[in-house]
């Protein structure tokens, strides 16, 4: 079993629509845990950041961390077509794991 | 500059060849770490740096594989006798430290490509 599991999808869905992303992990010792976002041919870039459990809200992005689960969340409202990237989640503890990454496409 | 710089952006190589891999983090950055994605994965964990210390190489797949990182800044990833299965995106990326709570941020990365 992987440390972090993410679905890869590829998870399409129209414009306007509210995305549901999910993790599941393994470690109960991770603290921090971040969504990154990657557009095609490009690095990731650090999207949401939160530590332990809780939403965290920014803008149309909400960061949600179940540790009792072991489960985390990034939700999307109103996508856009701008939205259309991959969605990495990441937890730290004393190192970095990442998902495999679930690729989004919002259709116009 | 005001990222993690990564050179070459595009890499072409013949199989057999050797490949360098130059990463400049983030100034005063002091963690450095090389990730691996190949198409459709998730990143793999190569090498870390921090400051001074020795790095750790656990994630380095074979013996062909090896970084440098000179005066705590630039550092080099190398591949010796590049195999096809070695083609995919090298991401660097660097962290002002190692603490749990500090952040990493990514360069653009260099897609190599073993043909």
């Known amino acids: 079993q992987k440390e972090v599991e993410q679905d890869p999808g590829p998870l399409s869905v129209p414009e306007g629509a509210i995305v549901s992303l999910n993790c599941t992990y393994s470690n109960s010792a991770f603290q921090y845990f971040m969504w990154y976002r990657q557009y095609s041919r490009k690095g990731p870039e650090l999207l949401m950041y939160?530590?332990?459990?809780g939403n965290k809200e920014d803008g149309r992005f909400t960061a949600q961390v179940d540790k009792s689960s072991k489960y985390i969340s990034l939700f999307i409202r109103d996508s856009q077509p701008s939205d259309s990237a991959t969605y990495l989640c990441a937890m730290k503890s004393n190192d970095m794991r990442f998902g495999a990454g679930t690729r989004l496409t919002v259709k116009p | 500059g005001a990222g993690v710089s990564q050179s070459p952006s595009n890499k072409v190589t013949e199989k057999g060849k050797d490949v360098e891999l130059r990463c400049d983090p983030i100034?005063?950055?002091?963690?450095l770490y090389w990730y691996r994605q190949s198409l459709g994965q998730g990143l793999e964990f190569l090498i870390y740096?921090?400051?001074?210390?020795?790095?750790?190489k656990s994630g380095l797949p074979s013996d062909r594989f090896s970084a440098e990182r000179t005066g705590g800044s630039v550092s080099t990833l190398t591949i010796q006798r590049t195999q096809q299965e070695d083609s995919a995106v090298y991401l660097c990326?660097?962290?002002?430290?190692?603490?749990?709570?500090?952040?990493?941020?990514f360069g653009e990365g260099s897609w190599l490509t073993v043909v």
């Open positions: 100034s005063g950055h002091t963690a």
């Open positions: 740096f921090q400051g001074n210390s020795a790095p750790d």
């Open positions: 990326a660097s962290s002002l430290g190692s603490g749990t709570g500090n952040t990493i941020y």
């Open positions: 939160t530590y332990s459990s």
